[in-house]
């Protein structure tokens, strides 16, 4: 999947990097004396999230769905996309929903998780 974001063409990748990146932003933290540890479980709380259509959560994966690019648009650069009224926002949901579904590392999760 690609969006266009700043003029640029970025590509999103949806595999086991991308929830690795998600997990290190958005994970379950637990802190136990002062030890903070990350126990993931990002893209479980994120499925719900997006199919209630929270754009807050969209933006958080769109950014980390973008690793892979060599000039990673920054986190400000993914909200003002979204913000954008040009940007269809509808059909990015439907469309980050779909690539999900497809992708073999997050299929599973996205298909037995509901709203």
Same mark, same amino acid.
């Given at each position: 999947? =690609? ?27 637990? %802190?136990?004396?002062?030890?903070? =540890? ?5 893209? #479980?709380? +994120?499925?719900? +999230? ?5 754009? +807050? ?10 690793? %892979? ?5 920054? =986190?400000?650069?993914? %909200? ?6 040009? #940007?269809?926002? %509808? ?5 980050? #929903? ?6 073999? $590392?997050?299929?599973?999760? #996205?298909?037995?998780?509901? $709203?």
């Amino acid at each position: 999947m =690609q969006i266009k974001v700043n003029n640029k063409d970025v590509n999103l990748n949806f595999g086991v990097r991308f929830i690795r990146e998600l997990d290190r932003k958005n994970g379950m933290t637990l %802190d136990i004396k002062g030890v903070e =540890q990350n126990f993931g479980m990002a893209l #479980t709380k +994120a499925v719900p +999230a997006l199919r209630s259509y929270d754009v +807050a959560v969209l933006a958080d994966l769109l950014y980390c769905a973008a690793w %892979d690019n060599r000039e990673r648009p920054s =986190q400000s650069d993914i %909200d003002a996309y979204l913000d954008d009224e040009k #940007t269809n926002i %509808d059909k990015l949901f439907d469309d980050v #929903t779909k690539e999900l579904k497809s992708s073999n $590392a997050a299929r599973i999760a #996205t298909k037995n998780l509901k $709203a």
